[in-house]
């Protein structure tokens, strides 16, 4: 693999049988992706589309059924780290044991954890919260934590998925710039899932678009705009022409009685 | 959703407490509870003693406030006879319990983990849940003996199931995305175990421990009224063939107090957890 590449995957296909109907289903097929390192890719596609599929196998939940997936080694932390849809905050541990978990979990001793996940607490701008427990925070903060546990375990890529998408809208629009604030100073890959267009436009140097099941990557989209960038960048020209060049190619995707025909 | 709407199926009770809104439009006033359950006692107490100083029921058969506690003062004051049967029955009961957390709480976790440790020892539990610990006690006297040891293991006998199938619900009710998270970080079994499934079935380690306390209670009874010469389960039966009801009504009020207390207890240390219940809908 390229030393200037983060993952690389090669003719990924998933196939799973459903417990419910007992059919098999093709989720995602002959998915061929590169991402260079430093870089922000998003996938957008339709609801179940398989773009989470795909990243849970990247994140090594569960096997593909054919093709393969490299992640670059990691030179000191870990190869790749998640961010949750739903924050999965432990309701039990404080924030900065929920913060330290991804640390305790490779060995480091509770205190050394505690200590090194610190910094990524202030990162997040969650300083002062480390003992409180997850309930006693908002959404838009659990996701901070969320994306703290995730940075503190050094990945070499930051696999997010839909990590804004339960949160009210403008708390979602303060999220994305404050993702973009952390990323620049964190210096991560990351593969960011949404299916939100305007979301993966305004974060991203890359669109990935998905389409409907069986998955398979349509468009690669470079997003050539200038950073840092500013929430207003949603409303120049050259963003709008994007969010419809991306629209053009998810909308027939979308079956009429889809519920996500209002995505974007 | 609030900390106070989060609740294991079997503590629904302490959902809406004190939780303002959602239900009704009016909120109860402090103390109301309290006061509507002085009230009922206000009125079934003199009742109760005026039937019987009347003559309409003989004492023998209903006994009467004032002689339950004429009662009381005498067995737990005066001449204090009741304190060595409390204390025979206290023992039988903290041990057999502990031993039936002790050994049920793992077991519990363990079939929980294990499906096939499940498929094998279910056919045994349910048997021992179905059958009436009442009719095993001449087998367990005649292995066991009369002592202690026999009154422990109906006790233990009693309380098992409940406690092993509470835990076991809770390893169940172990979330994926809990143990995605886990697994997503690599997590090692023993570690997913202790930072996830533990904590998750703690809710229902409490209720295990408070649904054996009932059931445990039970087994003291049993035990006692068949296989022994002291304790509380006999003091009431021995009161009873001795015509001495106002006695039997005193131990079964002891008896009635001490599982509310024991109750009410775990209800706090319930309480206490509670804030960082993992939801289950």
């Known amino acids: 693999m390229d030393s200037s590449l983060a993952l690389r995957a090669r003719d990924v296909r998933m196939e799973y049988i459903d417990q419910a109907t007992a059919e098999r289903l093709l989720a995602i097929e002959r998915v061929d992706l ?5 870089q922000f890719a998003s996938i957008v596609g339709p609801s179940g589309c ?7 196998i990247v994140n090594g939940l569960f096997p593909a059924s054919e093709g393969t997936i490299e992640v670059r080694p990691a030179a000191r932390g870990v190869a790749h780290a998640m961010v949750f849809q739903d924050s999965s905050l432990f309701p039990w541990y404080t924030i900065l044991d929920n913060v330290a978990y991804g640390l305790v979990c490779q060995g480091v001793p509770r205190k050394e954890a505690q200590a090194r996940a610190k910094p990524y607490i202030d990162l997040v ?57 952390i990323w ?12 939100q267009i305007d979301e993966a436009i305004y974060l991203s140097d890359r669109v990935l678009v998905m389409s409907a099941r069986p998955g398979r990557i349509l468009a690669d989209i470079p997003i050539d705009l200038s950073r840092p960038r500013q929430l207003q960048i949603k409303r120049s020209p050259e963003f709008i022409a994007y969010a419809d060049q991306i629209w053009a190619l998810i909308s027939p995707q979308l079956r009429p009685e889809s519920p996500v025909g209002a995505a974007g | 959703m609030t900390a106070q709407t989060r609740s294991t199926p079997q503590t629904r009770s302490l959902v809406h407490r ?4 959602r239900r009704g439009h009016k909120l109860p006033r402090r103390g109301e509870r309290l006061l509507y359950g002085l009230i009922g006692f206000a009125v079934v107490l003199p009742l109760w003693e005026i039937v019987v100083q009347a003559g309409l029921i003989k004492r023998v058969t209903l006994s009467s406030p004032s ?3 004429t009662a009381a003062v005498n067995d737990l004051v005066i001449n204090g006879t009741l304190w060595p049967h409390l204390f025979a029955s206290s023992q039988q009961f903290v041990l057999g319990l502990g031993l039936a957390l002790l050994t049920g709480v793992p077991l519990g976790l363990a079939i929980g983990l294990f499906r096939r440790l499940n498929y094998f020892l279910d056919p045994w ?23 202690l040891e026999s009154k422990i293991f109906i006790v233990w006998l009693e309380a098992i199931f409940v406690v092993v199938v509470s835990t076991m619900a809770g390893v169940r009710a172990a979330e994926a995305r809990y143990l995605d998270l886990a697994k997503s970080f690599r997590a090692s079994r023993w570690f997913t175990f202790r930072s996830v499934i533990i904590p998750s079935s703690f809710p229902f380690i409490l209720t295990a421990l408070r649904l054996g306390t009932t059931r445990g209670l039970v087994g003291v009874v049993v035990a006692e009224f068949f296989a022994a010469n002291k304790g509380i389960g ?48």
């Open chain 1, 34 to 38: 590169d991402i260079a390192e430093g």
């Open chain 1, 50 to 56: 398989g773009k989470s599929t795909f990243l849970k």
């Open chain 1, 125 to 181: 701008s969650l300083t002062g919260f480390e003992r409180k427990f997850p309930y006693q925070l908002s959404g838009g903060m659990q996701q901070r934590a969320n994306l703290a546990r995730a940075l503190t375990v050094d990945p070499e890529i930051l696999l997010m998925d839909e990590p804004f998408a339960a949160l009210d809208a403008q708390t979602r629009e303060l999220m994305q710039a404050e993702l973009l604030r």
């Open chain 1, 184 to 195: 620049s100073e964190a210096n991560k890959t990351v593969l960011f899932i949404t299916h």
């Open chain 2, 18 to 21: 004190g939780h303002p809104g």
């Open chain 2, 67 to 69: 002689l339950i506690a």
């Open chain 2, 125 to 147: 539990l349910s048997a021992i849940y179905a059958t009436p610990t009442i009719a095993l006690v001449p087998l367990i006297v005649l292995v066991l003996g009369l002592g």
């Open chain 2, 234 to 281: 006999f003091y009431i039966n021995f009161s009873g063939t001795t015509l001495r009801t106002d006695r039997v009504m005193l131990g079964v009020i002891l008896l009635g107090l001490f599982g509310v207390a024991m109750g009410e207890g775990v209800r706090r240390l319930e309480r206490r957890f509670e804030k960082w219940r993992p939801d289950i809908n």
